[in-house]
């Protein structure tokens, strides 16, 4: 018989399970009735600098390419190997030298406050970061500075990077010509829930509801931060987009029915690489996205996330504990 505990894990699971693939439900059947969003023509970028993370392979891969395409310099956030083969596959292709890799590890602060020190030492500006790379439904692992694996990988390691990063991006910015933040969220989000007082899942662990509490994390993280910049007058602005389902290797870790019910409708109902990254793409680039920022972006329109992501007080309190975990003294 189980005890209260294992039942009260048990739903916890379950109900994380539940949530997580009836939000992708949704969002296949809007794919199955709605064409992916068509990129418009975007001004040329040339002199300006973007970082993306995880810019070696899937969505992340299609980004750095239409970036350097429209005259970006961008450095690729990767693992080593992915990372120069994918700098060399889009230097082949456009035949310039406006890409480069820069080891980064996002489940490390060790390793994300060591990229920062060896991107400000290069004197680059910074135009534009992408916080494009993300895990889904690994099995239950931990960080090496101890977090659970999808909040200290997909929200933590951002959340570190982009606010050591903020120097730059407020100096490379002006009025009229704001750097830019774009945060990839997912519509798991609104399955999600935080707990601040069991953020790294130690009471019920579900890799579900680990991945859908990133998600939301990041939202709530993007609107608290532009509202900060806001306030200052900063010339940066923030917006989070929603890919949609596409078919990438996140989707690896789908449970055995999921995976058999997926690989026949794939190429009909999921998203490819290329269509998914378009609105990050778009909002990294668009002219008419000129300093409007807290947006949240599906299939290139605003839309709106949950309504807990609009909550003023829990995006402040995750912002102070975010804050402590990762050891930056300001709240």
């Known amino acids: 018989m189980l005890s209260s505990s294992d039942m009260w894990r048990f739903l916890h699971f379950i109900l994380g399970f ?9 969002v296949l059947i809007y794919q199955l009735f709605n064409k ?3 990129l418009p023509d975007l001004p040329k970028q040339n002199g300006k600098v973007a970082i993306v993370t995880g810019g070696a392979r899937g969505m992340g891969y299609e980004i750095s390419r239409h970036l350097v395409s429209l005259g970006m310099h961008v450095v690729i956030g990767n693992e080593e190997n992915e990372g120069l083969s994918a700098v060399k596959k889009i230097q082949e292709e456009f035949s310039r030298n406006k890409v480069e890799f820069m080891y980064l590890d996002l489940a490390s602060l060790t390793s994300v ?5 060896r991107y400000k030492a290069k004197g680059f500006p910074l135009h534009v970061v992408i916080n494009n790379a993300g895990i889904m439904l690994v099995s239950e692992r931990r960080t090496e500075d101890g977090f659970e694996l999808h909040f200290g990988l997909n929200y933590l390691g951002h959340f570190l990077l982009t606010n050591l990063l903020l120097d730059v991006l407020k100096k490379s910015g002006k009025p009229g010509k704001c750097s830019r933040i774009v945060i990839m969220s997912s519509a798991t989000h609104y399955g999600g829930r935080i707990s601040l007082e069991d953020l790294q899942g130690r009471k019920c662990y579900s890799a579900h509801g680990a991945y859908a509490q990133s998600k939301l994390a990041l939202l709530l993280f993007s609107y608290h931060l532009q509202d900060k910049l806001w306030s200052k007058a900063d010339p940066v602005t923030v917006n989070t987009v929603d890919p949609g389902m596409v078919d ?3 989707y690896d870790n789908l449970c055995g029915p999921a995976q058999l019910a997926k690989r026949p409708f794939a190429k009909l109902l ?4 290329a269509e998914g990254a378009s609105t990050a793409i778009y909002a990294a680039a668009a002219s008419e996205l000129e300093g409007i920022g807290r947006l949240y972006l599906y299939n290139g329109r605003k839309t709106e996330s949950s ?10 309190r995750l912002w102070k504990e975010s804050c402590a975990l990762v050891g930056l003294h300001k709240a």
Request: proline share 3%; aromatic share 14%.
């Open 113 to 117: 406050r060591k990229f920062v020190q």
């Open 248 to 250: 990438t290797a996140l």
């Open 270 to 273: 999921f998203r490819t690489p």
């Open 307 to 316: 309504a807990i992501s609009y909550d003023k007080q829990l995006q402040a």
């Open 36 to 38: 992916s969003f068509t």
């Open 18 to 26: 539940i949530r997580l693939y009836l939000d992708g439900v949704k």
